[in-house]
């Protein structure tokens, strides 16, 4: 992941952060970053050789992604690995159009000549093409041909490449690809509209799984076989990862009050083996196993989220209980020095009024 990464921006880094088909990397390159700013973070991040590029990724995605501060070579890594190393690149432009695709090397990868940066904010829909191969073709029955987005821009294709999509009704090109010239070419796919917030975003409960596609497409994979069940299976998953966290929280915050976790802990992590046997079962496309097993783990670690519940209400009766004796002896004490003060003083004799005496 290069350029926005943040995934209210980005929603493939949203996509990778749930499925747990998906591991990622991302360089958060700002476009408001000066080019120093952009060269250490490509230390941090950006592989260091051709090889590590090619043997650590299968795809790059790239949104809005100002690399106009790479160097030569790694441009020419990039085109490499698009065009002889298999690598797939998924990208929609920005300004990085004018400043770096159209006038680098890179623009022999890309399946358009042009892309025009003034974005246009109108309402519009996604229409497939019925005569292409049926990558999408399943979403138009699961009604993604409804969803709305607002804003686009335009881009002319090559000739070549192929429009899977258009932007209704407009009859603009959404969705482009192709494989460029090289020994293995990777699949480039171009959007545009910086990934639409909009499309992809609640409205378009498919959106996770249109993109899971789009990768398996390009990667040579089988695509889904069904989607419902991949749907509820992932979801399963994402909430036995909530749930977890939600128990660690618990239990480290009455840990911080010296409760005794350890109990919960080695039942979570028993769970937790489980739990993964039954990811692996979705990595698998085991979906209905996968659910099975899953629906089976929530019912465990729904005991150890009570369990979980009881020690921390224990700690919080001890804080209480803390907080009630620290109070109430306060208020003894200032009672006592009041009584004494106030109630007492009449035991000490007061002290008579003076007078001035002639000597």
């Not at 085109?79 to 298999?86: D, H, Q, R, W, Y």
């Not at 399946?111 to 138009?140: I, N, S």
């Not at 040579?220 to 419902?228: F, V």
């Not at 128990?247 to 489980?274: P, Q, S």
Request: include cysteine; proline fraction near 5%; charge should be negative.
């Amino acid at each position: 992941m290069i350029g926005w990464v943040d995934p209210a921006i980005n929603p493939f880094t949203g996509f990778f952060q749930i499925d747990p088909l998906f591991t990622y990397s991302a360089e958060p390159i700002h476009p408001l970053l000066t080019n120093d700013e952009k060269r250490k973070l490509d230390r941090v991040y950006f592989p260091r050789t051709r090889d590590l590029l090619i043997s650590d990724y299968d795809l790059m995605v790239f949104r809005n992604a100002r690399i106009d501060h790479f160097t030569t070579r790694q441009l020419d890594d990039l085109c490499f690995v698009f065009s002889e190393g298999g690598m797939t690149a998924i990208t929609t432009f920005g300004p990085d159009w004018d400043e770096v695709w159209e006038i680098s090397n890179l623009r022999d990868i890309t399946p358009v000549r042009d892309y025009y940066m003034a974005g246009t904010v109108r309402a519009y829909r996604v229409r497939f093409r019925r005569e292409r191969q049926p990558v999408f073709l399943p979403f138009v029955e699961l009604g993604l041909e409804q969803v709305w987005g607002e804003g686009f821009h335009n881009m002319e294709v090559k000739q070549g490449a192929t429009v899977w999509a258009d932007i209704m009704p407009y009859g603009l090109p959404w969705l482009v690809s192709w494989r460029p010239a090289g020994g293995d070419p990777g699949m480039q796919w171009v959007f545009p509209g910086g990934f639409d917030g909009q499309w992809f975003g609640e409205s378009n409960p498919y959106a996770i799984d249109f993109a899971t596609n789009l990768i398996f497409h390009s990667l040579g994979r089988p695509l889904i076989g069904d989607i419902y069940a991949r749907r509820e299976a992932r979801h399963l998953i994402a909430a036995f990862r909530s749930q977890k966290i939600v128990i660690l929280d618990m239990a480290d915050w009455a840990d911080t009050f010296g409760a005794d976790t350890r109990e919960i802990i080695e039942k979570l992590h028993e769970v937790e083996v489980e739990a993964g046997e039954y990811t692996d079962l979705y990595l698998n496309r085991e979906y209905a196993a996968s659910i099975s097993g899953m629906e089976e783990t929530f019912d465990r670690i729904s005991e150890i989220t009570e369990d979980a519940v009881r020690l921390k209400d224990r700690a919080m009766v001890w804080v209480f209980v803390s907080e009630w004796l620290v109070v109430t002896s306060v208020a003894m004490i200032a009672g006592f020095v009041l009584w004494s003060l106030m109630i007492e003083r009449r035991k000490y004799r007061e002290v008579g009024s003076t007078r001035p005496v002639r000597l």
